[in-house]
T-cell receptor
Framework: EAGVAQSPRYKIIEKRQSVAFWCNPI?????LYWYQQILGQGPKLLIQ????????DSQLPKDRFSAERLKGVDSTLKIQPAKLEDSAVYLC??????????????FGPGTRLLVL | AQSVTQLDSQVPVFEEAPVELRCNYS??????LFWYVQYPNQGLQLLLK??????LVKGINGFEAEFNKSQTSFHLRKPSVHISDTAEYFC???????????????FGGGTRVLVKP
């Protein structure tokens, strides 16, 4: 089966510009996660969706970050305006809907963002 | 709140030598435990996971890990490494009580393994 798809793979922008990342989860996966991975650190959850509803966005900087999953399939994460400290890899992950297996997340290749 | 500590940020090791990556966690509830590997410019790939049962878990690529509840540890081992094992390794935990919407992962800071010929 196809894995989690993300685009673009790389993005360079200047501070105060806006940027958007796209994620298409594994087919049939109801839960979708966005993580931020700053260089030298482990990933940190930004937002979690179940179908098209938000389950957890407690770590999302809502003054500049937004995310949506309108049809319960693919998702977009946006940053506006970007700051230097937003330079990171943005990872998307998904997990299966069935009870057995729901604990395991499958990750996409990530989008590497550099803010200048 | 949960936290994960990976005690070594970098581990250099010679090819065909054994390696152990240490992971300790803190949680007020029972947890599931995971090890992921990240190759350069790639996403995270699941190596192995502990959900229940035997505390010795075997994963892909010859890796294994042992869950020690009393020491709140989940150390990763491989008896003989290859050059291709050069990567960053992340330990992660989630709540054992799997919610209908899935559980978030809390990651450690990662251990960079450099395998030398």
């Amino acid at each position: 089966e196809a894995g989690v798809a993300q685009s673009p793979r790389y993005k360079i922008i200047e501070k105060r510009q806006s940027v958007a990342f796209w994620c298409n989860p594994i087919s049939g996966h109801a839960t979708l996660y966005w993580y931020q991975q700053i260089l030298g650190q482990g990933p940190k959850l930004l937002i979690q969706f179940q179908n098209n509803g938000v389950v957890d966005d407690s770590q999302l900087p809502k003054d500049r970050f937004s995310a949506e999953r309108l049809k319960g399939v693919d998702s977009t994460l946006k940053i506006q305006p970007a700051k230097l400290e937003d330079s990171a890899v943005y990872l998307c992950a998904s997990s299966p809907p069935r009870f057995a297996g729901r604990e395991t997340q499958y990750f996409g290749p990530g989008t590497r963002l550099l803010v200048l | 709140a949960q936290s994960v500590t990976q005690l070594d940020s970098q581990v250099p090791v010679f090819e065909e030598a054994p390696v152990e990556l240490r992971c300790n966690y803190s949680s007020s509830v029972s947890v599931y435990l995971f090890w992921y590997v990240q190759y350069p410019n790639q996403g995270l790939q699941l190596l192995l996971k502990y959900l229940s049962g035997s505390t010795l878990v075997k994963g892909i690529n010859g890796f294994e890990a042992e869950f020690n509840k009393s020491q709140t540890s989940f150390h990763l081992r491989k008896p003989s490494v290859h050059i291709s094992d050069t990567a960053e390794y992340f330990c992660a935990v989630s709540d054992e009580a799997v919610k209908a919407a899935g559980n978030k992962l809390t990651f450690g800071g990662g251990t960079r393994v450099l395998v030398k010929p």
